[in-house]
């Protein structure tokens, strides 16, 4: 999974958590960082802050995620979303987390979202075959 947070002690954090849990995490504190990492490998989820470096946000890595692969499963974690944002997540299919994080919620979302995305990749990979 990729996660994506420009303040370095909460991507950190993140990364930590989610990696004793035993997930692979890929970090990176920009949108470039992050798009360079989606142009080098499909990640099978997206946690990202809303809002990055230099009037970046999330949406722009979720984008670029889902131009390699369109049903990524990806999280907006913001302590700065204003109702317009949420509702444009959500419309794009984007779960929202607001911050201060708590864990449980973090952990419970994270791995559903997983768990959700997996079955709809086996679901197409046998359409397919």
């Known amino acids: ?17 989610l990696e004793r849990q035993g997930y692979e995490v890929v970090a990176a504190s920009t949108s470039k960082e992050a798009k360079d990492a989606i142009a080098r490998q499909e990640f099978d989820l997206i946690l990202c802050d809303y809002s990055l470096e ?14 390699r692969r369109p049903d990524v499963p990806s999280i907006m974690l913001t302590g700065y979303a204003t109702l317009e944002t949420a509702e444009e997540a959500r419309e794009n299919g984007i779960g929202v987390l607001y911050k201060p994080i708590d ?14 995305g997996n079955e709809s990749s ?7 075959n």
């Open 1 to 17: 999974m990729l996660v994506v947070d420009d303040e370095a002690s909460v991507l950190y954090t993140y990364q930590m958590i």
């Open 54 to 67: 230099q009037q970046h946000t999330g949406f722009e890595v979720i984008a670029a995620a889902r131009e």
């Open 103 to 116: 864990i449980t919620e973090f952990l419970t979302t994270t791995s559903a979202l997983l768990r959700n």
């Open 122 to 128: 086996k679901a197409s990979n046998t359409e397919q």
